[in-house]
């Protein structure tokens, strides 16, 4: 069963103290990975997609890695508005449709 | 240019309602997903359209749930007889074409059902 679990489910940083989230992952297939965004109260905003392993991505504070079993998001001296939840996807070559397996997210809060 | 919206962006159903929820994908965009999101978990997949055909309905949790694309655009996602458990925040997302292409999401409906 395709499967994708995040860790730590909430982290709390101090403004300027660097960290990385997980993303680990179980998929018949992997087609891409997805990092989103989310604010309370809306919707998930997109951050990134990562297709292969060794593959980087970097905006602004933000760093995203792929292996054959997990992502990592590094975030880079944070401010507070880095302050959200931050979801990891993966979606698999048979779900030709494009359907989204989500994880629970991580959130993350930094303090002035 | 806009992007996904939905409407109504809060609704309150008392159990036993049907309730309908819209979502307006961006303009041209060929690919419509609805997922689920419960209180503090990621969203769950429920259903897929390309245009107007429905291609994959495996996450729709009961027959009491019924999603349409008739025109190939707006998008209702029905649940009639709702139950408590059908509390959560409704998302719809579209794609310009499906596949690897990148899923922009709406605000989402959150639904109350006492």
């Known amino acids: 069963e395709d499967q994708v679990t995040q860790s730590p489910e909430a982290l709390r940083l101090q403004e300027g103290e660097s960290s990385s989230l997980n993303c680990s992952y179980t998929v018949s297939g992997l087609r891409g990975l997805f990092w989103y965004r989310q604010d309370p109260g809306k919707g998930p905003e997109f951050l990134f997609t990562?297709?292969?392993a060794g593959e980087e991505k970097e905006k602004e504070r933000l760093k995203a890695t792929l292996t054959k079993k997990e992502s990592f998001l590094h975030i880079t001296a944070p401010k507070p508005e880095d302050s959200a939840t931050y979801l990891c996807a993966v979606q698999a070559w048979y779900n030709q449709g494009g359907k989204l397996i989500f994880g629970q997210g991580t959130e993350l809060s930094v303090k002035p | 240019g806009a992007g996904v919206s939905q409407s109504p962006r809060y609704k309150v159903a008392k159990r036993g309602q049907d309730v309908a929820l819209r979502c307006d994908p961006i303009?041209?965009?060929?690919?419509l997903f609805w997922y689920q999101q419960a209180l503090g978990q990621g969203p769950e997949f429920l259903t897929y359209f390309q245009n107007e055909a429905q291609l994959d309905k495996s996450g729709l949790p009961s027959d009491r749930f019924f999603a349409e694309r008739p025109e190939g655009s707006v998008s209702t996602l029905k649940i009639q007889r709702t139950q408590q458990e059908d509390s959560a925040v409704y998302l719809c997302?579209?794609?310009?074409?499906?596949?690897?292409?990148?899923?922009?999401f709406g605000p989402g409906t959150r639904l109350l059902v006492l």
């Open positions: 990562l297709y292969s």
């Open positions: 303009s041209g965009h060929v690919s």
């Open positions: 997302a579209s794609s310009q074409s499906g596949g690897l292409e990148t899923q922009y």
